[in-house]
């Protein structure tokens, strides 16, 4: 039976670092403000005209590509994940592909919407494809250029502090080594609480979960769907989040979730070699380390340098990692994820 192994990694971070005093010139907010409720210290943001989720998706799928030798021509799927795509459509696959020089080839590209999650998301998607001998090559990119959407006022300091931009990109291949590669995954969400952590508007809701009176939506019949005047004069076209009911959904399904996987592939807490998480916020990943009895050398964070990258930010992580030798071939590393949706998933995966 064929396994899904990673073979190749990338990354991209902008070269802007926009440090917590940098913030503090543009809302009242303080450096020890925002490392107390999150750990980030700086983040990156992109280049405005010159950078966006897709050029750096495609940087991040070089990088990815130089590390195991596979040439662009060689890649015969692209999974591209993002919450925050250069448009509204087309999605960014495409796009990406465009950008790699391989349209002609004519080959798939998959647009994956589950934020925080979509990097494992994606994992699954294209282990599935790998285990059937559908594809050989697969490209999964995880890109996010947040910054150009925040509300950089005091009103929006909870959300706007807390996100930064980069990508990661990783090669899929398949191997019939047994115990090496992607060993279980694991994917789970709950829409209940939806609006918890959205971005609600631009939409072609009408108003209809929140109530069209909310959102100044005009009563004809066609037209006005996506922007109202009410939404540019209330300043209703950023990113929300009720912070407290995130937290408390988070550090009870990171532990679930990571427990799931490890149980399915017969392993505890004691075989990982490294715990990977989405880097959400630093306080999540330390309540969630102390409820699992990691040690520090089992959990990586680097939140601190990068804010929360959403998507991008498990590549990023796994990439920097690697390079710091925080493990190494045949080690056992669990990756997990928790977002917007609610979305949640894991994979356990050996290198």
């Known amino acids: 039976m064929l396994r899904t192994k990673i073979a190749g990694m ?17 809302m009242d907010t303080s450096d020890e403000w925002i490392q107390e409720r999150s750990g980030i210290i700086e983040r990156r943001y992109a280049k405005k005209h010159e950078e966006t989720t897709s050029t750096m998706g495609a940087a991040a799928a070089r990088m990815a590509m130089d590390s195991c030798g596979v040439n662009p021509e060689e890649i015969d799927f692209i999974i591209f994940a993002t919450l925050s795509p250069d448009y509204f459509f087309p999605g960014c696959g495409v796009l990406a592909q ?62 706007s502090v807390l996100f930064g931009d980069g990508a990661g990109a990783v090669i899929l291949q398949p191997t019939e080594d047994e115990d090496k590669g992607i060993l279980t995954t694991h994917l789970h969400s709950d829409g209940t609480e939806a609006e ?42 950023f990113p929300q989040m009720d912070g407290q009911a995130v937290f408390k959904k988070a550090v009870t399904k990171f532990p679930e979730v990571i427990h799931e996987a490890l149980k399915t592939a017969g392993y505890s807490t004691q075989d990982v070699k490294l715990v990977i998480p989405h880097q959400a916020n630093l306080r999540i990943s330390q309540f969630v ?32 990692a690697k390079q710091e030798g925080r493990y190494a071939e045949g080690d056992l590393v669990c990756l997990a994820a928790f977002g917007s949706g609610f979305t949640w998933a894991s994979a356990l995966v050996r290198f």
Request: proline share 3%; charged share 20%.
């Open 10 to 26: 990338g990354y991209y971070v902008p070269e802007k670092v926009v440090t917590n005093f940098d913030l503090m010139k543009l």
């Open 98 to 159: 465009r950008a790699l020089g391989i349209s002609k080839k004519e080959i798939p590209a998959l647009d994956i919407r589950n934020q925080c999650s979509g990097f494992i998301y994606g994992l699954e998607v294209a282990d599935q494809f790998i285990k059937t001998g559908k594809y050989k090559n697969i490209l999964l990119i995880a890109s996010e250029l947040q910054s150009h959407g925040l509300d950089f006022t005091t009103r929006g300091r909870n959300v």
């Open 196 to 237: 918890v952590l959205s971005l609600i508007n631009p939409g072609s809701h009408c108003g209809y979960h929140l109530g069209k009176e909310q959102f100044g939506y005009p009563d004809i019949e066609y037209g006005g769907a996506f922007v109202t005047d009410k939404m540019f004069n209330e300043h209703m076209l």
């Open 289 to 320: 380390q102390r409820l699992l009895r990691l040690t520090d050398d089992q959990m990586y964070n680097n939140i601190q340098k990068y804010g929360n990258t959403t998507a991008a930010s498990i590549p990023i992580a796994m990439c920097e």
